[in-house]
């Protein structure tokens, strides 16, 4: 059903060029057409067929069985890797050593969801407002009928000189006060609480052509530049209320006339659009007539610029460097309707001049349509398409995500996912990717530590962490570390986990391929993983790969619940002979994996089980019992006394040798002994500890060997006799 949204078609095989094409509005969809004849070369579902869709999907997810089993695998899913993270963790952190120079730092991440206007902290728009004020205050910033005005005029009738601004009074902190209450939220955008000042130094257009905007911009990407490995995707506005917004953001970005008269660009950010949806607000001031009008104004300017390049070049240039769409608004706002019948698919978007805002599904159909009907166009044009990632399921009602299940490429927040398995599990099954803040969201809806986002990544869902507004939620120069930094405190994530999180965002982010290709150092980005660059085990990836393709064999009926168990028990492992051939992957097509992820295979035995058992020495099987823990198999069999004396003695003098040196045992660099650390749940740290010393006793102080036992029972035995003899002689005497 997802695929008939999503799904970009084939190029068409003979396509008319350009000159005899023309552009037409149709039921507020975009029509690209032969000169002369009235059918769209290009087709999406009509809204009728996405109304009936969603229904559907809402039916299928709502259903109690459908919950009970999505809720059952889902759990299944975190327990799997629970168990995983437990037999294969310290595997993961010694491949995760064996990277060579890569660490969580020198990954690539990105932020995937982030608006350009408080893409700044609090303290660096502080700094650049004191600046401005000291000594650029005869700057004209505004100009209004005519009255030209000074930054010093402006902040001298707000009573205000640059000693007197700290952040507590730039007001822009979100606080206690935002939580859900997304408009006193907004308000925070306005620095003071002063409309004018958002204009002046948060806004794209004003009078002076955004030029504070973009000098900040330039700030925070020579940060970014710097920092090297941080990238964004900025979001900028379209609200469509005027079909001049696309030239006029063009020209700021490109620097041409507007802004500081330079390009914005550079190889760390990438730009988005947003669109508000604000239509009941411009319909109640006039200054739109119907929905249609708002829909022209967004998508005219770009499908024109996209058949005729040459005539709108700003534009042309500028879609290049989006990278996808995106709709904002408070999700959580269900505002009593004047005139809306709620049937609104009654109503075509030209006939939608009533003061209400259309549903949340109403605007992603056509904002989702046109976005495809023009990356269709595109795509035959051989032209950069973009991806639809919408705001959903921040708050506000569940079925705003069966609308992004069907439409959406990505989705921002997805915290109302917690409260629907359904569409959780098939989230999961889309790998969907979830750009989440639980940062923003600790403000605005849910506390952090409520937040769903450490299960969705234990059960594998696609997530990311990402800002949202630093201006109002974080305090750092480095925000999305901020965010990173605080997700493993809480959520106590390894070194494993963050690089997998930036892998994630950097897959889901519209950075273009070869980009993404040269940061994970193979042009096969999305099947091959190389550890070199990505610091991500293939272990990692191998198993998130056998679970997603067991979850897809279950319900393609391909295996049943048997072999789930199985699989269960595979990942239990309690002995190595198992462990070995049940993790090969070749079944899942996953057959260049290095030899070496696979746990211990070299020092493997042979035998089965059984001789594995047989050659455990008793007694020490014993004395590890007495420890009372369950150790690892893997320890027991490497223990064996397979070798010489020799060997076993060498062995342990080394063990000795690390665990006093080192304080952490590890050995599987150089192919001998390896032991869990502390982390592995296996054998805890006192344990460990307890058992090294007993076994190094053991083997540096070796028992007797068993011809000296002979010569000393010979010896006595002689000795006795001579005893005997003695005392026969002397009884006799
Ligand atoms: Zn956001």
């Not at 005899?20 to 969809?29: P, Q, S, T, V, Y």
């Not at 005005?149 to 640059?162: C, E, N, P, Q, S």
């Not at 001789?611 to 019992?625: K, S």
């Not at 076994?695 to 002979?710: G, Q, V």
Request: proline residues 4%.
């Amino acid at each position: 059903m997802r695929q008939k949204y999503c799904n970009l078609p084939e190029k068409q095989t003979s396509f008319p060029s350009s000159a005899k094409l023309e552009l037409c509005w149709k039921d507020g969809l975009m029509q690209v057409r032969e000169k002369g004849s009235d059918g769209s070369l290009f087709h999406v579902p009509s809204l009728d067929e996405y109304y009936d869709d969603m229904n559907v999907l809402f039916h299928i997810r709502s259903c109690g069985p459908v919950s009970s089993y999505a809720y059952q695998r889902l759990r299944l899913l975190q327990t799997k890797f629970e168990l995983y993270t437990m037999v294969f963790g310290d595997q993961e952190s010694q491949d995760a050593m064996d990277t060579g120079h890569r660490d969580f730092y020198n990954v690539r991440k990105v932020d995937t969801h982030i608006h350009h206007s408080a893409a700044m902290n609090a303290k660096h728009l502080l700094r650049f407002m004191k600046k401005k004020l000291k000594r650029f205050s005869e700057d004209i910033v505004d100009e209004k009928n005519g009255v030209k005005r000074t930054l010093k005029a402006v902040f001298d009738d707000m009573g205000i000189g640059w000693t007197d601004l700290c952040i507590d009074r730039l007001q822009v902190w979100a606080d206690k006060s935002c939580l859900h209450r997304f408009d006193r939220f907004n308000n925070k955008y306005s620095p003071m609480g002063q409309n004018e000042l958002r204009t002046i130094f948060l806004k794209t257009d004003n009078a002076m052509g955004g030029r504070y905007l973009a000098e900040l911009s330039r700030e925070i990407i020579s940060d970014l530049e710097e920092s090297k490995y941080q990238h964004a995707e900025w979001r900028l506005s379209i609200y469509g209320r005027k079909k001049s917004e696309w030239d006029n953001l063009s020209k700021w970005v490109l620097g041409r006339g507007k802004g500081d008269g330079k390009p914005l660009l550079s190889q760390n950010i990438r730009w988005m659009i947003q669109i508000p949806r604000l239509f009941a607000l411009y319909k109640t001031t006039g200054q739109l007539n119907h929905f249609g009008e708002m829909l022209e104004n967004i998508f005219t300017p770009i499908f024109e610029a996209t058949l005729f390049p040459e005539k709108y070049p700003d534009v042309a240039e500028f879609l290049q460097h989006i990278s996808g769409f995106d709709t904002v608004d408070d999700e959580s706002r269900s505002e009593k309707p004047v005139d809306r019948t709620f049937s609104s698919k009654n109503l075509a978007p030209q006939q939608w001049d009533i003061a209400d805002n259309p549903s949340y599904k109403y605007y992603s159909y056509f904002i989702q349509s046109n976005l495809r009907l023009l990356n269709m166009f595109r795509h035959q044009k051989g032209m950069n398409t973009f991806a639809y990632r919408p705001h959903a399921g921040e708050a506000g009602e569940v079925h705003h995500l069966d609308t992004a299940f069907l439409l959406a490429d990505g989705i921002n927040h997805g915290l109302n996912l917690r409260k629907s398995m359904g569409l959780q599990y098939l989230f999961y099954l889309a790998q969907i990717g979830l750009a989440m803040s639980p940062c923003s969201n600790n403000q605005l809806f849910l506390a952090y530590e409520k937040s769903p986002f450490p299960v969705y990544f234990q059960r594998g869902l696609n997530v990311s962490l990402s800002t949202d507004d630093p201006l109002m939620f974080h305090q750092t120069k480095e925000p999305l570390m901020e965010e990173y930094s605080i997700a493993k405190q809480i959520w106590h994530f390894t070194s494993v986990d963050l690089c997998e999180i930036a892998r994630n965002s950097v897959l889901q982010s519209g950075f273009p391929d070869d980009l993404k290709a040269s940061w994970f150092g193979t042009a096969n980005f999305t099947e091959d993983n190389k550890p070199q660059s990505t610091n991500v085990p293939n272990l990692r990836i191998a198993y998130r790969r056998r679970v997603y393709n067991e979850e897809t064999h279950l319900l393609h009926g391909n295996a049943d619940d048997t072999e789930d168990i199985g699989a269960m028990c595979n990942l239990l492992l309690l002995s190595p002979s198992k462990r070995l051939p049940k993790c090969s992957l070749s079944d899942f097509g996953i057959e260049n994996m290095e030899q070496k992820i696979r746990p211990y295979p070299s020092t493997l035995p042979a035998g089965g089980e059984e001789t594995e058992l047989a050659i455990l020495d008793g007694e020490q099987q014993g004395g590890l019992a007495d420890l009372g823990e369950e150790v690892d198999w893997s320890v027991q069999q490497r223990l064996t006394p397979h070798g010489s004396q020799a060997n076993m003695r060498k062995l342990g003098s080394q063990a000795f040798e690390q665990l006093t040196h080192k304080g952490s045992f590890d050995m599987s660099r150089r192919g001998s002994i390896s032991l869990p650390h502390e982390h592995s749940g296996i054998m805890n740290e006192k344990a460990q500890d307890e058992f090294l010393h007993r076994l190094t006793a053991e083997i540096m102080h070796t028992k007797p060997d068993r011809r000296e036992l002979f010569l000393a029972a010979g010896a006595a035995a002689l000795l006795g006799c001579i005893g005997g003899l003695a005392l026969g002689l002397l009884r006799k005497r």
